[in-house]
């Protein structure tokens, strides 16, 4: 299915692309200049050329599509535009009787007088959105289209919405301003829970119009205080003279002052939302709000996945990583958290293993919850796989150790923040030429090899087995079980809870297998080295004697199940001489 989206860079169109584009809808964005239509073409859109002003771009858009979200300039202030461009859509799709989204907003409501006002409340808008509940009317009594109208809250998360305006305004005046009285209570929204509810929302009938908002309504002075300590300032939140925030914010100055509750009743009722995400003060207490205001780039990291990306004024739209077919996006959606937070809420726990090997993980456990490996020989030490966390402890174990010579990690789930501790012990990155469109924070220090890896210290050897991803390696440690010989696999080769066996998936989350094939190819590949132990991805996961065995027999078993299914009668194998 095709959904139209209009204002798909702004915050709420970006958000709503994101997620339809996620569950698997093929989004189709409206891009009025060239940079735009770029950066919406890199997120996997199809582009279609125009604007929001020019209503033949939107019907010829509205016609190419089976489905209908708009979201207009709100800033532009120009009624007789967003009449226009309603009508010319709702006209192209007249008879269709397809879906058609119109977002509209909270202050068309006025101020609500201290009630709580759902979908039958009067409606008393400011004079900018006087011409509101009109074009609300004609979607919802569009004939032959299924017209829905959404009245989004204030809308936050991500370091955006108003309370990322009022951080910013803090850092750069040094208190945060709220406009009087301040006992005037604001709904909110998560972008991620209203997205959610755009998605939800394609399936609701003719006619419907639903309010978006979540949690408690907050008082403006609650919201400046919580801003103040953001911005970590001195002193207080101050109150603005109105007349001065109308010379710099408009008429929307007067909007703020509306005291307004809302209720989203009918939207959980009808649909099934459930806003999931933390509310707005708490996301405030999240130091991502102070770290897209400060003046500094960040690296942000996946919290699903614990990749870091690089440097950006904002946490990217989107993990790549996450939306491929082997992960996932979180049940809560794109979330992100940088290196400074993670070293305030979490720490490394450092492990020695057995002689010459240890193991760094993070409590509490982070994205995927791998931990990485130190094998440390007489030429030089190796770090292999790797974490999200880079801390003081981490740091002095590891130099403790006689430091890092070179990193090599299994496959992109765990690059992690690699460039990070690359960094800090000056040591290359050494990864196969197949991982190359899946680093996420490209940097001078990382190699890229083909054909023959590259030597390591002390006889270690990278063996390129493919299977989870083309680039997918382990490492062959000789010395490693008292000389018996150690595989450190990351997931490339699973562990199994049942050590005997190991298992080869292509997704282990999403429980997609690899060909028979493949997996014999994997077996092939180690099964010319010595080895008696197994050490996976989790600290838990070690096959401590008899590993080549066990892999011998995991892919016989594995192979064995694709081509021998189950008996219906016993649930069980066919027994074969082998």
């Known amino acids: 299915m095709t959904v139209f989206v209009t204002g798909a860079t702004g915050p709420i169109g970006r958000a709503v692309a994101d997620a339809l584009h996620r569950v698997g809808y093929t989004v189709l964005a409206l891009a009025g200049r060239d940079d735009s239509a770029e950066r919406l073409a890199e997120r996997g859109y199809t582009v279609h050329r125009g604007d929001r002003a020019n209503p033949d771009a939107l019907v010829e858009g509205a016609r190419r599509a089976d489905a209908v979200i708009h979201c207009p300039d709100r800033s532009a202030n120009r009624p007789g535009r967003d009449r226009a461009a309603v009508d010319a859509m ?50 919802r009594g569009a004939s032959g289209v299924r017209g829905v ?21 803090a850092f750069e005046r040094g208190a945060a301003r709220y406009v009087p009285p301040g006992d005037q209570r604001w709904p909110f929204v998560h972008i991620g829970d209203l997205a959610d509810l755009y998605v939800r929302a394609l399936d609701a009938p003719a006619g419907t119009l639903l309010h978006a908002s979540a949690g408690e309504a907050v008082t403006a002075r609650a919201m400046a205080k919580a801003v103040h300590r953001t911005a970590s300032q001195e002193g207080a ?72 990306h690089a440097p950006s004024d904002g946490p990217p739209a989107r993990c790549r990583i996450c939306e491929d077919e082997r992960q996932y996006v ?43 490996l130190l094998v440390q020989t007489p030429e030089g030490n190796v770090l ?125 989350p999403n429980r997609v297998p690899l060909p028979a094939d493949t997996v014999r190819r994997i077996g092939e590949q180690v099964g010319s080295l010595a080895f008696d132990r197994i050490y996976g991805a989790w600290f838990d996961h070690v096959v401590r004697g008899g590993a080549k065995a066990a892999v011998r027999r995991s892919v016989k078993r594995y192979n064995e199940s694709l081509s021998d299914p189950p008996s219906p009668q016993t649930g069980r194998m066919s027994e074969r001489k082998t």
């Open 90 to 139: 709702l006209e192209a799709l007249r008879g269709t009787e397809a879906p058609f989204l119109y977002t509209s907003g909270l202050w068309v409501l006025g101020d609500t007088g201290g009630r709580v006002a759902d979908e039958t409340a009067p409606v008393d808008p400011p004079a900018f959105m006087a011409h509101v509940p009109a074009v609300e009317e004609r979607v």
């Open 149 to 169: 109208v959404l009245r989004p809250a204030h809308v936050y998360g991500h370091g955006g919405g108003l309370p990322g305006q009022m951080v910013e305004a």
């Open 237 to 308: 939140a101050v109150p603005w003279d109105l007349d001065e925030a109308r010379d710099e914010l408009g008429q929307i100055a007067d909007a703020l002052t509306l005291d307004q509750r809302m209720s989203s009743d009918r939207a959980r009722d009808l649909l099934g939302w459930r806003p999931e995400r933390p509310p707005v003060l708490e996301a405030l207490r999240d130091g991502i709000y102070a770290e897209r205001a400060s003046a500094e780039d960040h690296a942000y990291i996946c919290t699903t996945c614990g990749t870091q």
């Open 330 to 372: 979180g049940r809560r959606g794109q979330e992100w958290t940088t290196l400074g937070r993670l070293q305030d809420q979490h720490r490394t726990v450092v492990r020695n293993l057995e002689s010459g090997l240890l193991g760094i993980g993070i409590e509490p456990s982070v994205g995927l919850g791998q931990r990485a």
């Open 384 to 508: 292999w796989d790797c974490i999200p966390l880079l801390d003081e402890r981490a740091e002095a174990a590891v130099h403790d150790a006689g430091g890092i010579d070179a990193i090599a990690i299994s496959h992109p789930h765990y690059y992690s923040s690699m460039v990070e501790w690359s960094r800090a012990f000056d040591a290359p990155i050494v990864l196969p030429s197949a991982a190359e469109p899946w680093v996420m924070r490209p940097d001078p220090a990382i190699t890229y090899w083909e054909g023959a890896p590259p030597a390591l210290p002390g006889g270690l050897q990278l063996v390129q087995t493919g299977g989870h991803f083309a680039s997918s390696t382990v490492l062959h440690w000789p010395e490693g079980s008292a000389g018996r010989g150690a595989l450190l696999t990351g997931d490339s080769i699973l562990v199994a809870q049942d050590r005997r066996y190991v298992s080869f998936m292509r997704s282990f």
